[in-house]
Structures are given as C-alpha cells and as structure tokens.
C-alpha cells in the first residue's frame, strides 16, 4: 500500500521568504504526483502535476520537482506572500485510479 | 473553467437518516470519487468510479454506499447516518491521466 508523508506537519515564515514543502512516497511506480492547496474550511484547489516522466513543473512562483526512483517530490514556493498561507498536500497517483494522500503541511506566512 | 459541484455546501441531519451527497462535473471524465477529511486523519477514500455503473470500495465503505447513474454525476448515500460519520465530505473527478479537481466540499454534521 503506497504511503505518503509530508513533513513538516507546519511551517511558519516571514513575507519574502522561500518555501521548501516536501512530500515522499514508499512505492516509486506510480503514474504522476499532484500538489493542492487547501484554504480552511474549503475544497481542494490544484496546483501542479507531474508525470512519473518528468523532473519538474512550473507555474508561477511555484516549482515542483519529482524524483521517483528516490520517492520524493519538493513544492518551491518563491517569495512567499501572505496569501500563501494554507494547507498544502501532495497526492500520488499509482496503477488503481486511486490517489494516495499525504497529511499535508500548513503554511503561516506572516506579513 | 473546469468544475466539480457539490449540491451542499453546509447540511445538518439526524441520526438514523438517509443521506445523499450530490456531486456533478462538467469535464467528461471517466474517473469521481468520494472521500472524508477528518482532523488527524487527512483524506481517506470511500468510493470512487472508474465508469458508468461502475464503482469499487476505497479504504472506509463501510455505512456508505455510491449511485453512478450518468458519467456527469456520482452520488455517496449515508444509509442510516450515525455522529461518526460527521466530516467533511469531499468529491473529485480526473480523466485518464489529468488532474483530479475538486468540490468546494460538504461539512455535514449529524445530530
């Protein structure tokens, strides 16, 4: 059963700073990775996916990197700004349909 | 815009009742599922469907049961809501090898 683990659980920076979010998987042969965040109270709202064949995805501020053989994937958020904070979870894909989740790590950027 | 809708956004019920969760989306996708967020815990999956008619149990089915009647739809039923089953009810859809989107997502509270 693939297990998913984000560490750490919370993270609390000031404005300007860069953030590092990490996420592990124990099974590497999976299909893709995805990336959420999710405000209090509401939905799951993506981010980036990866595909098991790629190194990175860029959007913005954000770049993720997947490496599979490693089981890890890293969430670059580039200057972070108030509005960054939420939670946010990463997902793996693997040959069932199903995502697996991790627990995923809060984000207090403070202004 | 892509979009998953969930007909609740807020539903209080009691103890005993039959529940429907309504989830729609409008992208054509093959693949919904069903999950509840609880404190601790992180996502844990009830139900998803791979098609039409087709479903298949995730990690925590049991007083849960599904209807995928039309692609655009997928239903989760509380047969006899208990308090333990308090949560945030989360749906989501993905295609063949896309991202997965989410609902806003439903608190139901029973009573």
């Known amino acids: 059963k693939q297990e998913v683990t984000q560490i750490p659980a919370a993270l609390s920076v000031p404005e300007g700073e860069n953030l590092v979010l990490n996420c592990s998987f124990t099974d590497s042969a999976i299909y893709n990775l995805q990336w959420f965040r999710q405000d209090p109270g509401k939905g799951l709202t993506s981010l980036l996916l990866?595909?098991?064949?790629?190194r990175e995805q860029t959007s913005g501020r954000l770049n993720a990197s997947l490496d599979k053989s490693s089981g890890r994937s890293t969430l670059y958020i580039a200057a972070s700004q108030p509005g960054d904070s939420a939670t946010y979870l990463c997902a793996v894909r693997t040959n069932d349909y199903k995502l697996s989740f991790g627990a995923g790590t809060t984000v207090t950027v403070r202004a | 815009d892509v979009k998953v809708t969930q007909s609740s956004r807020y539903l209080v019920k009691r103890t005993g009742e039959k529940v429907f969760l309504e989830c729609v989306q409008d992208m054509d996708h093959e693949n919904m599922f069903w999950y509840r967020q609880d404190p601790g815990l992180g996502l844990r999956l009830i139900y998803f469907?791979?098609?039409?008619?087709?479903?298949e149990k995730g990690d925590i089915p049991e007083g849960y049961s599904v209807s995928r009647e039309k692609k655009e739809r997928f239903s989760l039923i509380l047969e006899s809501a208990s308090t333990n089953q308090t949560s945030m009810y989360l749906c989501?859809?993905?295609?063949?090898?896309?991202?997965?989107?989410f609902g806003q997502g439903t608190r139901l509270t029973v009573v």
């Open positions: 469907s791979y098609d039409v008619k087709m479903k």
């Open positions: 989501a859809s993905k295609g063949a090898n896309t991202e997965a989107f």
């Open positions: 990866i595909q098991s064949s790629q």
